[in-house]
């Protein structure tokens, strides 16, 4: 039995629905609705998901969330379901690209702390995928630190630290996993130093993106969902290490 979530045009709403019946002899007028959500969640782009601004996301009542966080969270804007599928489908991509470019070997660069648990759902998602594929490339991975944000406000001068042997990054395919991007200041600090490494190629995976008026106009190679210029928190996101155990994302009362 599978669940699929489609988009209508006509009627401008997503529908998510599960098919125990034949495809070949039977109609859709005999799937079981589930659930129906705003169409504006499904808006097209070419390579994530985008949250219009007026998507206001799920009632937190209907979720599973810590009694301490309950005064402090509005809504849910993307469950934790959604976040792993589009994950695996990120890998998907990621796989696809790079043996494109006849890549050998992957060398995943987690920006911490908030990376870090996209990083193990992607590695996940792609260890499955190269076994699935029965391709030649390996991954190893290492970690850097960009001081970005202080409560939630993101600095015009990210601080760079970390790396243990930054020259060992010379000739490699590298991938930079990073949890959002904002203002896309951060990125290009990460994306000049690297540079300066000579290395065979580099793209970013962030597993979302924030629509912001002082956006620099960056945007990276993978993209899990667009969102709107809202701060949220939760699954990898913090409010001063706060929230990162929440396995959803959350819009956070202002």
């Known amino acids: 039995m599978w669940a699929f979530l489609s988009y209508n045009a006509d009627s401008g709403r997503c529908i998510a629905w599960e098919t125990p019946y034949n495809t070949e002899t039977q109609s859709l007028s005999d799937v079981h609705i589930l659930i129906t959500v705003p169409g504006n969640m499904c808006t097209p782009a070419d390579n994530r998901i985008v949250l219009d601004d007026d998507y206001r996301g799920f009632d937190v009542r209907q979720f599973c969330l810590p009694p301490r966080y309950a005064n402090y969270v ?33 060398t ?41 944000y202080v409560n939630d406000k993101s600095h015009h001068e990210p601080v760079l630290t970390g790396l243990d042997d930054p020259k060992t990054l010379k000739g490699k395919d590298i991938l930079v996993v990073e949890d959002i991007i904002d203002t896309g200041n951060t990125m290009k600090v990460l994306l000049n130093y690297l540079e300066t490494l000579s290395p065979r190629s580099v ?50 009362k202002l």
Not at 115 to 139: H, N, P, Q, Y
Request: glycine share 6%; aromatic share 10%.
């Open 203 to 252: 793209r970013v995976a962030s597993l979302l993106v924030k629509r912001t008026p002082l956006s620099s106009g960056y945007t990276p190679d993978f993209a899990g969902f667009e969102i709107p210029d809202r701060f949220v928190v939760g699954y990898a996101f913090d409010y001063n290490d706060h929230f990162r155990d929440m396995h959803r994302s959350f819009d956070r």
């Open 108 to 148: 995943l660069l987690c920006v911490l702390k908030g990376g870090f648990k996209f990083l193990a759902d992607l590695v996940d998602g792609l260890e499955l995928t190269i076994r699935a594929r029965e391709t030649s490339i390996t991954m190893s991975m290492d970690f850097v630190r960009i001081k970005s």
């Open 74 to 106: 509005e809504s849910v804007l993307i469950p934790n379901g959604m976040l792993k599928d589009r994950i695996e489908k990120l890998a998907l991509d990621i796989v696809t690209s790079f043996e494109n470019d006849n890549a050998r070997s992957l």
